[in-house]
């Protein structure tokens, strides 16, 4: 079985058909400075990523279980900061509102600056429109909120274990096991952990880092997961008294996918079949140091492919004709080295528009 067959075929899984409505959008928008609404999302967001295109600002994220304000910044290290209507001012039915209020970095500008480089993109995930859970599956108490038709789970919980090595575990309420994980305390100076099965390998590794990552190893960022938790192995996931959030995925028909693949191969013929045409895509290259990609169908494909890096703060970057999505996955025409270098092998996060 080649390495490129190996995820869609989830490790002989059957997997549960994806949502019949919304659960994740990319919009586009442009900053005025002064508060604003974005409409036409399609549903109302609890996990928002956005990131100026032209310019340096950092990168922000929301969800609803923390509340409008406070904010995480992808790649950094730092606990989140922000309070009630700085920046994110809501999170409303079809969409959300963004405001302009100072806090750090001149911060209207990671999401409402006007002028030059004043536009924007925010990805967008549903879970349970804000409504939570208390969740006692682990040994660590959690409050939940899930989306079970896609496949997602926002867990936030408090430490108490801590260290390498650490026995314990906080409930996601899937029902199914998490093949994609990223995490961060919410509270402390931490690094971001990512965690990604493909369904027979998984890997571990640090969204603000470009080391290599580390492949089928215990007792590294994320212990594994299972059906009801995940494992609690480092001190980064689970230091006393701090506090985390997770936010997990397992695959969906038609929806989701996870896994791996081989790099070096381009063209149409050698199209990395996932059986649906994705919208959104991470990727990261795991066997050397290398950057995390992000590439989605609305700010670009085929010959107008545009990517963004989660791992800095860089403008967004053309790159003509990286990727090019098909019914059933998405192939390259390079062979740059962070998606598609000869030898590489490559993990990746894919999302679909269901509208």
């Given at each position: 079985?080649?390495?490129?067959?190996?995820?869609?075929?989830?490790?002989?899984d059957?997997?549960?058909?994806?949502?019949?409505?919304?659960?994740?959008?990319?919009?586009?928008?442009?900053?005025?400075?002064?508060?604003?609404s974005?409409?036409?999302?399609?549903?109302?967001?609890?996990?928002?990523?956005?990131?100026?295109?032209?310019?340096?600002?950092?990168?922000?994220?929301?969800?609803?279980?923390?509340?409008?304000?406070?904010?995480?910044t992808?790649?950094s290290?730092?606990a989140?900061?922000?309070?009630?209507?700085?920046?994110?001012?809501?999170?409303?039915?079809?969409?959300?509102?963004?405001?302009?209020?100072?806090?750090?970095?001149?911060?209207?500008?990671?999401?409402?600056?006007?002028?030059?480089?004043?536009?924007?993109?925010?990805?967008?995930?549903?879970?349970?429109?804000?409504?939570?859970?208390?969740?006692?599956?682990?040994?660590?108490?959690?409050?939940?909120?899930?989306?079970?038709?896609?496949?997602?789970s926002?867990?936030?919980?408090?430490?108490?274990?801590?260290?390498?090595?650490?026995?314990?575990?906080v409930?996601?309420?899937?029902g199914?096991?998490p093949?994609?994980?990223?995490?961060k305390?919410?509270?402390?100076t931490?690094?971001?952990?990512?965690?990604?099965?493909?369904?027979t390998?998984?890997?571990?590794?640090?969204?603000g880092?470009?080391?290599?990552?580390?492949?089928?190893?215990?007792?590294?960022?994320?212990?594994?997961?299972n059906?009801?938790?995940?494992?609690?192995?480092?001190?980064?996931?689970?230091?006393?008294?701090?506090?985390?959030?997770?936010?997990?995925?397992?695959?969906?028909?038609g929806?989701?996918?996870?896994?791996?693949?081989?790099?070096?191969?381009?063209?149409?013929?050698?199209?990395?079949t996932?059986?649906?045409?994705?919208?959104w895509?991470?990727?990261?290259?795991?066997?050397?140091?290398?950057?995390?990609?992000?590439?989605?169908?609305?700010?670009?494909?085929?010959?107008?492919?545009k990517?963004?890096?989660?791992?800095?703060?860089?403008?967004?970057?053309?790159?003509t004709?990286?990727?090019?999505?098909?019914?059933?996955g998405?192939?390259?025409?390079?062979?740059?080295?962070?998606?598609?270098?000869?030898?590489?092998?490559?993990?990746?996060?894919?999302?679909?528009?269901?509208?």
């Amino acid at each position: 079985m080649s390495l490129n067959k190996r995820l869609i075929e989830t490790g002989g899984d059957t997997l549960p058909p994806g949502p019949s409505s919304d659960a994740f959008t990319v919009k586009l928008y442009v900053g005025t400075r002064t508060a604003q609404s974005i409409t036409g999302v399609g549903f109302k967001s609890d996990l928002i990523w956005i990131k100026q295109r032209g310019g340096t600002n950092p990168h922000g994220l929301w969800d609803s279980t923390r509340g409008a304000g406070p904010y995480l910044t992808p790649p950094s290290t730092d606990a989140q900061t922000g309070n009630s209507g700085d920046l994110m001012g809501s999170f409303d039915t079809d969409g959300f509102q963004v405001n302009s209020n100072y806090l750090q970095y001149t911060a209207h500008d990671n999401t409402n600056k006007n002028g030059a480089n004043s536009d924007y993109v925010a990805w967008c995930w549903r879970a349970n429109e804000g409504t939570t859970s208390s969740n006692t599956d682990g040994s660590v108490t959690s409050t939940i909120q899930v989306m079970a038709d896609a496949g997602f789970s926002i867990i936030k919980y408090v430490g108490d274990n801590g260290g390498i090595g650490g026995t314990g575990t906080v409930g996601h309420g899937l029902g199914y096991t998490p093949r994609f994980i990223i995490g961060k305390s919410s509270s402390a100076t931490n690094s971001w952990i990512v965690y990604l099965n493909d369904g027979t390998d998984y890997w571990h590794g640090y969204l603000g880092g470009t080391s290599a990552l580390t492949k089928n190893a215990s007792n590294t960022q994320v212990g594994t997961p299972n059906e009801t938790t995940i494992g609690l192995s480092h001190v980064g996931t689970n230091q006393s008294g701090v506090d985390y959030m997770y936010y997990a995925w397992t695959p969906r028909s038609g929806y989701s996918s996870f896994g791996s693949y081989s790099g070096g191969s381009t063209g149409s013929s050698n199209e990395i079949t996932i059986g649906f045409q994705p919208d959104w895509i991470l990727i990261r290259r795991t066997d050397v140091g290398d950057d995390w990609t992000i590439i989605d169908s609305v700010r670009g494909d085929g010959a107008s492919s545009k990517r963004l890096i989660a791992n800095t703060n860089e403008a967004e970057k053309s790159a003509t004709s990286i990727w090019f999505p098909t019914s059933t996955g998405f192939y390259f025409s390079g062979t740059g080295d962070s998606y598609n270098k000869s030898g590489g092998t490559y993990i990746y996060a894919a999302f679909k528009i269901v509208s």
